[in-house]
């Protein structure tokens, strides 16, 4: 069966990190791309950055560039989401997606399966 499970929010401080994890189940981190999205209260969802399949390129939204860096462990079949600097209106729930493992970057509107999220909370 396949699961994605997310952990790693909670509250921190502007200008401190957080790292955030997706394990996933009933597959490997070749066979699909994972994407990492938010979505703030009365806002759209956004993609903020994906880890391909085939080849592991990265790919980040440009609000992240430069302060999150996503990566993959195939051991542990988890991948992470570095997030440094963080920002108020870095202040979402994030989600890990699942999709193709070569277009999905580029397209997410192939998703496969999601997780259930994490609360990023960032307030002084």
């Known amino acids: 069966q396949v699961k994605l499970v997310e952990s790693g929010g909670g509250l921190v401080q502007p200008g401190r990190s957080l790292r955030l994890s997706c394990a996933v189940f009933?597959?490997?981190?070749?066979?699909?791309?994972i994407g990492w999205f938010r979505q703030a209260p009365g806002k759209e969802r956004e993609g903020v950055s994906c880890i391909s399949g085939s080849d592991g390129s990265t790919h980040y939204a440009d609000s992240v560039k430069g302060r999150f860096t996503i990566s993959r462990d195939f051991a542990s079949k988890t991948v992470y989401l570095q997030m440094n600097s963080l920002e108020v209106e870095d202040t979402a729930v994030y989600y890990c997606?699942?999709?193709?493992?070569?277009?999905?970057?580029?397209?997410?509107?192939?998703?496969?399966?999601w997780g259930q999220g994490t609360q990023v909370t960032v307030s002084s």
């Open positions: 009933g597959f490997t981190l070749d066979y699909y791309a």
């Open positions: 997606a699942a999709g193709p493992p070569v277009d999905y970057c580029s397209n997410f509107n192939t998703t496969r399966h």
